[in-house]
């Protein structure tokens, strides 16, 4: 292997490690063995050891197979971070079936779409949900077995019986018939089963979940991610983080178990590592506040809104962060201004850590790059971690360009995907064997490298929207919108957002006879909350004679843009 320019900023970081021949559960397990008094996750102020975490999955691995699910199946688990989300994924590795991971706020369309693109036999899912889930079973083309959950039964006694008479009460009611199950009643299943449970004969490189990203084509793909994708990456993160030892420390687990940074590095990387997950189902400021002074985290990873949102709330004024050990922002890129202030904010509050910057693509999991510890470039987004190697090229081609030329970012490591599901042309387009006869992950992205090996993130080569870490592609939205009777055609561009870091605007032209009103606006919003998901929801339409158009013809979105960035430096 050459020396590499980025290995001197490792310090005592290996510049490679030894990946186990190990399954994600096998991982677990052998956390297990090793740290059982340590407590894997806690939830609402309930905690669970590794002894009993090891258990809880043996049991929902033989519910599962009661249920009829086998080796090779897929399950949709559209779940919040939570007890049953976490047991269900690691009991699906363990008999060989495979979490098909998807956003609880889908639209309905959208979870029907996943299911049948998936061919899903079941879905793990929140009562919450449930009548929106039941009412799309018969839009998926294979039956579906609905396994139901409640918040509730995971919560202490005291919490229990509060939540009972309010939030709880407030809850659908859930008709379990034919295809419909509690998550109770499920597990008991499991609990009766008469079998014991098949030696696991799977491998590292086989499936253990499938994500969802719209790649460098924004089109919704499915990405398959194997055991070693994701056991590779928890040994990266944990080496990257600079401590030899995690064990029993604590990661407040905020991003969710849906999203490749929530799932990859908030619990799996904690967990294989004998670190405590403390789970969090939903994400707002003041719970955020509460949790960092009652918890006490060791560490935060999070995206660039969750940090703007810690230097926004009043409720941590004074209050002492020295126990935080790491600070790791990913899921979209960090302002110079943003680190520049949470730096601040840290050591204001008495800490010694600054916010480390990495990057990644769900199709290598989450991250593969990260500032150093105690060290960073002004822009960079870091080093490559440990085994991961970056190359930036001229946009289309293979071809490397010099240090410090913009270009596409590359990237090879044992955590790239296995490739898109049921998709072989796209997944040629993006796993592209180079002339030194590695196969490299092209990112779409474009940025740059120094001399030192550091990359520098500069924007997305394709037309993208990156709100609060989560993906949106314009030309979705603008098919939904289009699809209103009233609309003739529209565009959707990202604004910048103080909060999100940018927020969904739309531009739409009436159909002929058809004139722009308060109504208008409602009604088309009210149909796009029933096919777009609540994250990609446009705040506000505007609407126009016309779109400005690019010499061909096409929607000029940059125009727009522009004239929105113009308007918002003015006020």
């Not at 320019?5 to 186990?20: A, N, R, T, V």
């Not at 009210?526 to 096919?531: G, I, P, Q, S």
Request: hydrophobic residues 35%.
């Amino acid at each position: 292997m050459n020396e590499q320019p980025w290995f001197k900023y490792y310090g005592d970081i290996p510049h490679s490690l030894e990946y186990p021949e190990k399954t994600i559960s096998q991982m677990i397990y052998a956390a297990a063995e090793k740290y059982s008094e340590n407590i894997a996750y806690e939830f609402m102020g309930k905690k669970t050891k590794f002894k009993d975490f090891a258990k809880r999955i043996d049991v929902t691995a033989k519910a599962l197979i009661a249920a009829g699910i086998k080796k090779g199946d897929r399950v949709t688990i559209a779940m919040p971070n939570s007890p049953q989300a976490v047991d269900t994924f690691y009991a699906l590795n363990k008999i060989g079936a495979m979490g098909n991971m998807i956003h609880p706020l889908s639209a309905a369309s959208e979870i029907a779409f996943y299911l049948n693109v998936s061919k899903s036999v079941a879905i793990l899912t929140l009562d919450q949900f449930y009548p929106k889930v039941s009412g799309i079973i018969s839009d998926v083309k294979q039956p579906v077995k609905i396994i139901v959950a409640r918040i509730k039964d995971e919560l202490p006694q005291p919490l229990k019986t509060a939540y009972s008479l309010t939030a709880g009460r407030k809850l659908p009611k859930v008709t379990t018939e034919g295809n419909t199950v509690m998550w109770n009643d499920f597990i008991k299943g499991g609990k009766t089963y008469q079998g014991e449970l098949s030696e696991d004969d799977s491998k590292a490189g086989d499936v253990a979940a499938i994500l969802y990203s719209g790649g460098t084509t924004g089109t919704t793909k499915g990405i398959l991610l194997s055991n070693l994708n994701f056991n590779a990456l928890g040994m990266q993160t944990a080496a990257a983080s600079g401590y030899k030892n995690i064990s029993g420390m604590k990661m407040l687990s905020v991003m969710p178990v849906f999203h490749g940074f929530g799932l990859g590095i908030g619990i799996h990387t904690a967990l294989i590592h004998g670190a405590q997950c403390i789970l969090v189902p939903q994400f707002n400021v003041k719970t955020y506040a509460k949790l960092l002074k009652k918890k006490k985290p060791d560490f935060i990873p999070g995206v660039p809104t969750l940090f703007e949102a810690l230097l926004r709330t009043e409720d941590l004024e004074g209050v002492d962060l020295s126990f935080l050990k790491g600070v790791f922002s990913g899921g979209d890129s960090l302002s110079i201004e943003l680190k520049k202030s949470v730096d601040k904010f840290l050591k204001e509050h008495n800490s010694s850590e600054q916010i480390r910057e990495g990057y990644g693509t769900t199709e290598c999991v989450t991250a593969s790059c990260l500032t150093p510890k105690d060290f960073n470039r002004e822009g960079s987004i870091g080093i490559p971690f440990p085994d991961t190697f970056y190359t930036i090229v001229e946009p289309g081609t293979v071809n490397p360009v010099p240090y410090g030329t913009d270009g596409e970012i590359c990237l090879r490591g044992p955590s790239v995907m296995i490739g898109y599901m049921d998709n072989p042309e796209e997944t040629a387009q993006t796993l592209r064997m180079h002339a030194d006869g590695q196969i490299w992950l092209h990112t779409g992205d474009l940025g740059f490298m120094d001399e030192d090996g550091f990359v520098y993130f500069r924007q997305r080569i394709k037309r993208m929207i990156v709100t609060s870490g989560y993906n949106v592609y314009p030309s979705q939205l603008e098919n939904i919108i289009d699809g209103h009777e009233k609309v003739l055609i529209s565009c959707v561009i990202g604004v910048k957002d103080v909060y999100k870091m940018q927020k969904i605007k739309a531009f739409v032209v009436p159909a002929p006879g058809i004139d722009p009103s308060e109504e208008l606006k409602h009604e088309i919003l009210e149909y796009c909350k029933k096919h777009i998901a609540k994250y990609a929801m446009p705040y506000d339409i505007e609407f126009r004679t016309e779109l400005p158009k690019t010499l061909v013809g096409k929607v000029a979105y940059r125009i727009l843009e522009e004239e929105e960035a113009a308007r918002d430096a003015q006020t």
